[in-house]
T-cell receptor, first 114, second 115 residues
Framework: KAGVTQTPRYLIKTRGQQVTLSCSPI?????VSWYQQTPGQGLQFLFEYFSETQRNKGNFPGRFSGRQFSNSRSEMNVSTLELGDSALYLC?????????????FGEGSRLTVL | GENVEQHPSTLSVQEGDSAVIKCTYS??????FPWYKQELGKGPQLIIDIRSNVGEKKDQRIAVTLNKTAKHFSLHITETQPEDSAVYFCAASRDRGSTLGRLYFGRGTQLTVWP
């Protein structure tokens, strides 16, 4: 069974640009969550989607957005990039509600903002 | 919201020794406590979890204990091996309310097991 797939794995952008990251969950999983990981702040929750609906959102500015498609694949977008957005962005999927079962993480997309 | 504190931030042990990582949480409504292991260049992987209706859970060399009254939980690794070297994260969540579906993570513990 294929795991959670995130693309791209690495990318470099400059300040002011925007970026779109993609996540393909494990087949059959309907919930997708996104987390930002940085050395200074650790793992911070961005948002969670279930059946194309955002169920929960973390404390990030509106420049961070996401969506989920009917096949459960998800994308997140960051507009007007800032240096502080440099981080590892992790996507995780689960069957239904994340806290009722195991959360499976992808290997992440490492974003560097110059 | 929930606040999860994790200690120590780094831990070095000799192969075969035990390792203990401790976490505290602030929200008494939290009822799910997973532990994740993250190896270099990879995403976190669930290694064990415990729910608030259980005080202890064990899986081979790994065990987790939960003290709801004191709001702390711990990860115990016995007979450590070099392949246990990784960053370990504790987390807390609850299955109802406005934070449904959200995990609050500790800051992580870098465990190094020396052969």
């Amino acid at each position: 069974k294929a795991g959670v797939t995130q693309t791209p794995r690495y990318l470099i952008k400059t300040r002011g640009q925007q970026v779109t990251l993609s996540c393909s969950p494990i087949s059959g999983h309907r919930s997708v969550s996104w987390y930002q990981q940085t050395p200074g702040q650790g793992l911070q929750f961005l948002f969670e989607y279930f059946s194309e609906t955002q169920r929960n959102k973390g404390n990030f500015p509106g420049r961070f957005s996401g969506r989920q498609f009917s096949n459960s694949r998800s994308e997140m977008n960051v507009s007007t990039l800032e240096l502080g957005d440099s981080a590892l962005y992790l996507c995780a999927s689960s069957l239904e509600q994340p806290i009722t079962g195991e959360l499976f993480f992808g290997e992440g997309s490492r974003l560097t903002v110059l | 919201g929930e606040n999860v504190e994790q200690h120590p931030s780094t831990l070095s042990v000799q192969e075969g020794d035990s390792a203990v990582i401790k976490c505290t949480y602030s929200d008494s409504a939290s009822n799910y406590f997973p532990w994740y292991k993250q190896e270099l260049g990879k995403g976190p992987q669930l290694i064990i979890d415990i729910r608030s209706n259980v005080g202890e859970k064990k899986d081979q060399r790994i065990a987790v204990t939960l003290n709801k009254t004191a709001k702390h939980f711990s990860l115990h690794i016995t007979e450590t091996q070099p392949e246990d070297s990784a960053v370990y994260f504790c987390a807390a969540s609850r299955d109802r309310g406005s934070t449904l579906g959200r995990l609050y993570f500790g800051r992580g513990t870098q465990l190094t097991v020396w052969p």
